[in-house]
């Protein structure tokens, strides 16, 4: 994906799941206020009712204009302007609260018109836990004479509560949004770090190419000269430095292949071929390379076919077998096996090698691993071989499984439809 066009799709999910956020917090701020006046709504019924109570079976009647006043969001003075009991007041605010469903928490005070004050009446909860007197002053309401007054101490976390669905709506969404853009960060990092290793490990190999070049030309030729022929030492020598620069030229080659498949997916040239032919010219190669090296091919059939990219199978056959005898104590000996089943061909890869602990199984196809071993110190490699297969299988629809034999080595088992 180029990089512009992930940086717009970056750009928009952010501001699209900001813009969610923020309309969230705009409903959950409205759903608050709506609340608050549904709260002030029944509060004003049910204190217009207490003061209806208060007034039945007296002379006077009920003030025409509204007896309640709310004087902050937690506060109303109540205008009776008739004599009432304390005890009767009480009665008729639990009701009435009760009826119209405020089950919050509340206080209440009566001005006492002898003594000039606001005598306070008491703490009235409706959870489980015992009342509690407060020391909270109740401030006296100019041109009036009898009226009490009505504190709701818990109101905002009352309104808070009825709106818990909302909040947690709202955290959720705020902890994806923390999630997305801490994976975009990450992402953009790992990007970031997968293009500098890409540029370096391309800068690096093209820098060695030229100079192994030389070396193998200048090899090649003093290994024809007369004086070293006829030195052993010096064509041993010379031999060695030869094959050594092919060795690091082939792992050169290996990871340019891998850089630039990365870069661009590989393009297969499939075609249908005998697979035991193309395994017994890798065998030949590989003997050449190792001749102590015992490889037999064991097959029900002769004539198997598969419809592949040869050239890629190939050199999947040659790291298999290779890793086979690199990875090896003693004297090395593989047995290829193929047998099919319906329409599947199974190609299994026996080894006796020192085989692989179970917990680093599951890494064995990652790009530059390589198992933490004694062994794996004595072998020269970059932990591209069996990534370079696990790709070539992938790429093909093949099914790749490794697991370890039950006394010594491996056994790598590669499926694949038959033609």
Same mark, same amino acid.
């Given at each position: 994906?180029?990089?512009?066009?992930?940086?717009? @799709?970056?750009?928009?999910?952010?501001?699209?799941?900001?813009?969610?956020?923020?309309?969230?917090?705009?409903?959950?701020?409205?759903?608050?206020? @709506?609340?608050?006046?549904?709260?002030?709504?029944?509060?004003?019924?049910?204190?217009?009712?207490?003061?209806?109570?208060?007034?039945?079976?007296?002379?006077?009647?009920? $003030?025409?204009?509204?007896?309640?006043?709310?004087?902050?969001?937690?506060?109303?003075?109540?205008?009776?302007?008739?004599? /009432?009991?304390?005890?009767?007041?009480?009665?008729?605010?639990?009701?009435? /609260?009760?009826?119209?469903?405020?089950?919050?928490?509340?206080?209440?005070?009566?001005?006492?018109?002898?003594?000039? &004050?606001?005598?306070?009446?008491?703490?009235?909860?409706?959870?489980?836990?015992?009342?509690?007197?407060?020391?909270?002053? #109740?401030?006296?309401?100019?041109?009036?004479?009898?009226? #009490?007054?009505?504190?709701? $101490?818990? &109101?905002?976390?009352?309104?808070?509560?009825?709106?818990?669905?909302?909040?947690?709506?709202? #955290?959720?969404?705020?902890?994806?949004?923390?999630?997305?853009?801490?994976?975009?960060?990450?992402?953009?990092?790992?990007?970031?770090?997968?293009?500098?290793?890409?540029?370096?490990?391309?800068?690096?190999?093209?820098?060695?190419?030229?100079?192994?070049?030389?070396?193998?030309?200048?090899?090649?030729?003093?290994?024809?000269?007369?004086?070293?022929?006829?030195?052993?030492?010096?064509?041993?020598?010379?031999?060695?430095?030869?094959?050594?620069?092919?060795?690091?030229?082939?792992?050169?080659?290996?990871?340019?292949?891998?850089?630039?498949?990365?870069?661009?997916?590989?393009?297969?040239?499939?075609?249908?071929?005998?697979?035991?032919?193309?395994?017994?010219?890798?065998?030949?190669?590989?003997?050449?390379?190792?001749?102590?090296?015992?490889?037999?091919?064991?097959?029900?059939?002769?004539?198997?076919?598969?419809?592949?990219?040869?050239?890629?199978?190939?050199?999947?056959?040659?790291?298999?077998?290779?890793?086979?005898?690199?990875?090896?104590?003693?004297?090395?000996? @593989?047995?290829?096996?193929?047998?099919?089943?319906?329409?599947?061909?199974?190609?299994?890869?026996?080894?006796?090698?020192?085989?692989?602990?179970?917990?680093?199984?599951?890494?064995?196809?990652?790009?530059?691993?390589?198992?933490?071993?004694?062994?794996?110190?004595?072998?020269?490699?970059?932990?591209?071989?069996?990534?370079?297969?696990?790709?070539?299988?992938?790429?093909?629809?093949?099914?790749?499984?490794?697991?370890?034999?039950?006394?010594?080595? @491996?056994?790598?088992?590669?499926?694949? $439809?038959?033609?």
């Amino acid at each position: 994906m180029k990089i512009k066009k992930l940086n717009s @799709i970056i750009v928009l999910g952010l501001v699209a799941t900001i813009g969610i956020l923020i309309a969230q917090l705009l409903w959950t701020k409205e759903a608050f206020s @709506i609340e608050e006046q549904k709260f002030s709504q029944k509060a004003h019924i049910a204190l217009i009712n207490v003061v209806k109570h208060l007034y039945e079976g007296t002379n006077h009647e009920v $003030p025409a204009n509204n007896p309640v006043k709310k004087v902050s969001n937690d506060y109303y003075i109540i205008n009776v302007d008739n004599d /009432f009991d304390p005890e009767i007041l009480e009665h008729y605010l639990k009701v009435e /609260f009760e009826k119209i469903g405020i089950t919050t928490d509340f206080e209440y005070a009566m001005y006492n018109c002898h003594s000039d &004050e606001m005598v306070y009446g008491n703490y009235i909860s409706f959870s489980n836990k015992t009342p509690k007197k407060t020391s909270i002053s #109740f401030p006296k309401h100019k041109n009036l004479i009898y009226y #009490f007054a009505i504190r709701f $101490p818990n &109101e905002t976390s009352y309104l808070f509560s009825s709106l818990r669905f909302w909040f947690i709506l709202s #955290f959720a969404l705020i902890i994806i949004l923390l999630v997305y853009v801490y994976s975009i960060y990450t992402i953009i990092q790992q990007k970031k770090y997968s293009e500098l290793q890409r540029d370096f490990i391309n800068n690096m190999t093209h820098e060695f190419k030229t100079p192994l070049s030389s070396i193998l030309i200048a090899s090649n030729y003093l290994n024809q000269q007369e004086d070293i022929k006829k030195d052993q030492k010096l064509e041993k020598y010379t031999k060695i430095i030869i094959d050594q620069t092919h060795k690091l030229n082939h792992h050169i080659e290996k990871i340019l292949n891998i850089a630039k498949s990365d870069n661009a997916p590989l393009v297969l040239e499939k075609s249908e071929f005998t697979i035991i032919p193309v395994i017994a010219s890798v065998i030949e190669s590989i003997q050449l390379k190792y001749p102590d090296t015992k490889i037999t091919i064991d097959s029900k059939k002769d004539d198997y076919k598969i419809n592949a990219d040869q050239f890629h199978f190939t050199n999947l056959i040659y790291n298999l077998i290779d890793n086979s005898v690199k990875y090896c104590d003693c004297y090395p000996e @593989i047995t290829i096996k193929l047998s099919d089943d319906t329409k599947q061909l199974k190609i299994e890869f026996i080894d006796n090698g020192i085989g692989i602990s179970n917990k680093n199984i599951s890494f064995v196809f990652d790009k530059f691993y390589r198992i933490p071993t004694k062994k794996s110190n004595e072998v020269s490699g970059f932990g591209l071989g069996l990534y370079y297969v696990k790709k070539i299988c992938t790429q093909h629809n093949w099914k790749i499984l490794m697991q370890n034999n039950n006394k010594q080595g @491996i056994t790598i088992t590669i499926l694949t $439809p038959l033609t």
